[in-house]
């Protein structure tokens, strides 16, 4: 199957840094991939849409000038973290959308970034 | 508006008693659906998708799931759970003429079987 990587699994900055965390399909290429912040016990939320070549899509109360996404080609995206603050730390993962025809599209998931602000 | 609602927050089960997890979604258009399972500190994997046909679809570890389009529903069984299957559990869909495949996630579900 689709395989998609996240790097680094975890990272730890100070307040005020920013860290860049990157996701690549690894056996295929996707032209959209999302981001999503995950926060104890609960659901995946959904902060933006990457789209290679162009400017992401970012979902309703999520900062486009905190949170940086570039998905500079087929096969990675970077989301970075500017001006990171305790709130920020999290749990954020990508996923990477096939190329399904007829709007059969399955997305596959990475292993997840965790992300704390010190 | 697009929504997924999972009614069981956490389910508790002995080895080999059988599981149900309801999912129902609101959504204007066809739907793919899918069920993710996200083992403890690992990261989400597939368990089983919907897309057409028979509505009784099976995925991986003995798991199954049925569309019930008139009722909006896509819940997810197991005849005899095993411990193994401890894991918080997502149910999730996109729309077919959706042209981003966009997910729309379920709070999930917290599975624990006791031994």
């Known amino acids: 199957g689709a395989v998609v990587s996240q790097h680094p699994s975890w990272v730890i900055c100070k307040s005020g840094t920013s860290v860049k965390i990157e996701c690549r399909s690894l056996d295929f290429q996707a032209t959209t991939m999302f981001w999503y912040r995950q926060f104890p016990k609960q659901s995946l939320m959904l902060m933006a849409t990457s789209n290679e070549g162009s400017k992401a899509t970012y979902e309703q109360g999520v900062e486009k000038d905190k949170f940086l996404i570039n998905h500079a080609s087929l096969t990675l995206s970077t989301l970075t973290v500017t001006s990171a603050h305790p709130e920020d730390s999290s749990f954020y993962i990508c996923s990477a959308r096939d190329h399904g025809q007829g709007g059969f599209y399955e997305q596959y998931f990475g292993p997840g970034t965790r992300l704390t602000v010190t | 508006a697009q929504s997924v609602s999972q009614h069981n927050h956490h389910v508790i089960l002995s080895e080999a008693a059988s599981l149900e997890l309801g999912c129902n979604y609101s959504?204007?258009?066809?739907?793919?659906l899918f069920w993710y399972v996200q083992y403890p500190g690992q990261h989400l994997q597939l368990l089983l998708k919907?897309?057409?046909?028979?509505?009784l679809v099976k995925g991986i570890k003995g798991f199954e799931a049925e569309f019930i389009k008139s009722k909006f529903s896509f819940n997810l069984r197991k005849p005899s759970v095993q411990w193994s299957d401890t894991a918080e559990y997502f149910c999730?869909?996109?729309?077919?003429?959706?042209?981003?495949?966009?997910?729309?996630f379920g709070r999930g579900t917290q599975l624990t079987v006791w031994p």
């Open positions: 999730a869909v996109n729309g077919r003429g959706s042209t981003l495949g966009r997910l729309y």
């Open positions: 919907y897309f057409s046909g028979d509505p």
């Open positions: 959504y204007g258009g066809t739907v793919n």
